[in-house]
Nanobody, 126 residues
Framework: QGRLVESGGGSVQAGGSLTLSCVASGFTYNIKVMAWFRQAPGKEREGVANIDDDGNKNYAKSVKGRFTIALDNDKNTLYLQMNNLKPEDTATYYC????????????????????WGQGTQVTVSS
């Protein structure tokens, strides 16, 4: 059974940076798509960025130019480098994975992902 474990969350001031990590383990089949989502209190889960096994990346408009998604296949680790953080980036960030292909030019909806991490909290103060 596949498992995802996030780390790297924390509290920073606006303009600061954080890097989130997500380690994948125990997957029977190769992961085809991985993504980062976030959810703030009282709001729906929002897709932030995704990467597929061809290396294609998509970003939400709200983070494009500030966040970078990357995948290290040797370490089975997904990263999210977050720069110029804003208070509105405050949320719990989740890693997600899918072991079947889903190739689109936007961040896929949460419903297509089969595996989820437990989340890591990011708090940005003004």
């Amino acid at each position: 059974q596949g498992r995802l474990v996030e780390s790297g969350g924390g509290s920073v001031q606006a303009g600061g940076s954080l890097t989130l990590s997500c380690v994948a383990s125990g997957f029977t089949y190769n992961i085809k798509v991985m993504a980062w989502f976030r959810q703030a209190p009282g709001k729906e889960r929002e897709g932030v960025a995704n990467i597929d096994d061809d290396g294609n990346k998509n970003y939400a408009k709200s983070v494009k130019g500030r966040f970078t998604i990357a995948l290290d296949n040797d370490k089975n680790t997904l990263y999210l480098q977050m720069n110029n953080l804003k208070p509105e980036d405050t949320a719990t960030y989740y890693c997600a994975a899918r072991d079947r292909g889903y190739y689109v030019d936007y961040v896929p909806p949460a419903r297509i992902f089969d595996y989820w991490g437990q989340g890591t909290q990011v708090t940005v103060s003004s």
